[in-house]
Every structure is written in C-alpha cells, then in structure tokens.
C-alpha cells in the first residue's frame, strides 16, 4: 500500500517567517496492517518551495500523483509503478 506525507516546516519566529518556505514529500509503503515497510527520502516534483501532494492513484502498473505548484497550478504525474520504485526507492525501502 502506498501513502504520501507532506511535511511543512513552521516557526512563530518573525524572521523565519519571511523566509522562503519549503515542502517536502515523502511516499511510504505500509502492509495491508498498516506497519511501516518504507519510506522514501524526502524530494520536490519540480522546484524548492511550495508544493502539495494531494493524492495518488494506481490503475494496473501505473501510479498518478496529484499535485499543486505555488498555489496556483495543478498537475498530475503518471509513471509506471517500476519506474516510481527506482527513482524513490533505489536501494529497496529505507528504515523508519
């Protein structure tokens, strides 16, 4: 089963605040009881920045992930399942 995690980095602090804010993503892979096989490292679609993952979706060998750009644009990612295995998982599954 795979999942998809966002992660925001915050801080209340004002002088981060002004700074750029960055997203990263990680794809994880769980059993059908929900223990954690692996995970990813953690990347960007396209750009540092404001990303969001919003959903994924496999349809036989093909995996689509949704995603937004700067708030203002939506795009989808399709790749064959093997394909996502070698570019997020080289060296099988990472430990927790």
Excluded: W
């Excluded at 892979?29 to 995970?39: Q, W």
Aim: hydrophobic fraction near 40%; charge should be neutral.
């Amino acid at each position: 089963m795979l999942k998809k995690l966002y992660m925001k980095h915050l801080s209340r602090d004002p002088a981060y605040q002004r700074k750029k804010v960055v997203f990263h993503h990680y794809l994880m892979v769980f059993d059908e009881s929900f223990t954690l096989l692996g995970r990813s490292g953690p990347f960007q679609f396209e750009t540092e920045g404001v990303e969001f993952c919003a959903g994924i979706a496999i349809h036989g060998d093909q995996v689509m992930l949704s995603y937004g750009v700067m708030d203002n644009q939506a795009r989808i990612l399709t790749m064959e399942a093997a394909q996502l295995e070698r570019a997020f998982f080289p060296q099988s599954f990472h430990s927790p």
